[in-house]
């Protein structure tokens, strides 16, 4: 899964292809996090901790990200860059979040 956590940046594509490629990507990270659940749930004591407070905080990035995505699809021409930006910072988090959970689980 490490592959679809680090497809590249995107850049200098239209609005509408941007946001169905980011858009894409967010679903195709689910059964990644599903995935982590599950682990976590088989996991001992102190694994089983840490990898519970990996998920929150991936839940909490996520939710922020879809918030962004949300945003940036209301966006006006004048808006766009500042809020693209803004997602990108968000979606950086999120995938950070990703790889240090998915490192944690192994």
């Known amino acids: 899964f490490l592959s679809i956590i680090n497809e590249p940046m995107i850049n200098n594509t239209d609005k509408k292809s941007y946001l169905n490629r980011r858009t894409k990507q ?3 990270w689910e059964p990644i996090l599903e995935k982590l659940m599950l682990r976590a749930e088989k996991a001992q004591d102190t ?3 840490e990898l519970r407070h990996h ?5 909490m990035k996520k939710a922020r990200t879809e918030v962004k995505l949300r945003e ?3 966006a006006k021409k004048g808006e766009w860059d500042d809020l693209k ?7 950086k988090d999120l995938r950070k979040a990703f790889l240090k959970a998915s490192a944690n689980a192994k």
């Open 85 to 91: 930006t803004g997602l990108e910072n968000s979606w």
């Open 47 to 49: 694994s089983k901790t």
């Open 72 to 74: 940036l699809r209301k």
């Open 26 to 28: 967010l679903r195709q």
């Open 55 to 59: 998920i929150v905080k991936i839940q």
